[in-house]
């Protein structure tokens, strides 16, 4: 009996974590009370409470997630890369785990400024973006090669995470448009 309310608890918990997070991604965290998430799931701020004791752990159970398998893809991967292929596979890695974590990734890409983060929260994404940005590059680029690879990595964050605002090509495919800038990356990385 127990299992069953857990499951239904968790359930619950992903339903409030979906329906905050659409509210996060249109009105901005800031701009989201926890009364219009209570009131789009028909709840009480109660009921709300049971599940998520205030907005910032809505916000850490709808982050927590990605950010914690960033931190174990990072914790797997060698200090640096001894050649292009091996850094290809792993930018090809991360990016499908964002793309994965397609909740987390529009209420990071959300808002222009970040700035009503969590401190925390802001630290470890400041990490990952670092590591990362240092794992695009191989051991003796030139400063115009490492340019190269930190504009590549940020083109991926682009293409991924921050989708809006981008220009488009009419009637493509998201599936497409991934394919097409993976081949670029690839190709300008030299794998």
């Not at 401190?119 to 794992?135: D, S, V, Y």
């Not at 115009?144 to 090509?169: T, Y």
């Amino acid at each position: 009996m127990k299992t069953k309310r857990t499951t239904g608890n968790q359930a619950m918990q992903e339903k409030i974590l979906d329906v905050a997070a659409e509210l996060f991604v249109e009105n901005g965290y800031p701009g989201t009370p926890l009364s219009l998430i209570a009131s789009k799931l028909e709840f009480t701020k109660a009921a709300l409470y049971y599940h998520f004791k205030s907005k910032a752990d809505i916000l850490t159970g709808i982050l927590y997630p990605l950010l914690d398998e960033i931190d174990e893809l990072l914790k797997e991967t060698p200090g640096c890369f001894p050649n292009a292929e091996e850094r290809w596979g792993f930018m090809l890695s991360y990016s499908q785990l964002l793309l994965s974590n397609p909740r987390a990734v529009a209420v990071l890409a959300s808002g222009a400024s970040q700035a009503w983060m969590p401190e925390e929260i802001l630290k470890r994404i400041q990490l990952h973006a670092e590591r990362t940005t240092e794992l695009a590059m191989l051991p003796g680029l030139s400063e115009e090669e490492q340019v190269r690879a930190m504009l590549l990595m940020d083109m991926m964050h682009r293409e991924i995470v921050f989708q809006k605002g981008r220009s488009v090509v009419n009637g493509m495919a998201p599936e497409r448009r991934r394919e097409i800038v993976y081949d670029f990356i690839r190709e300008s990385l030299g794998s």
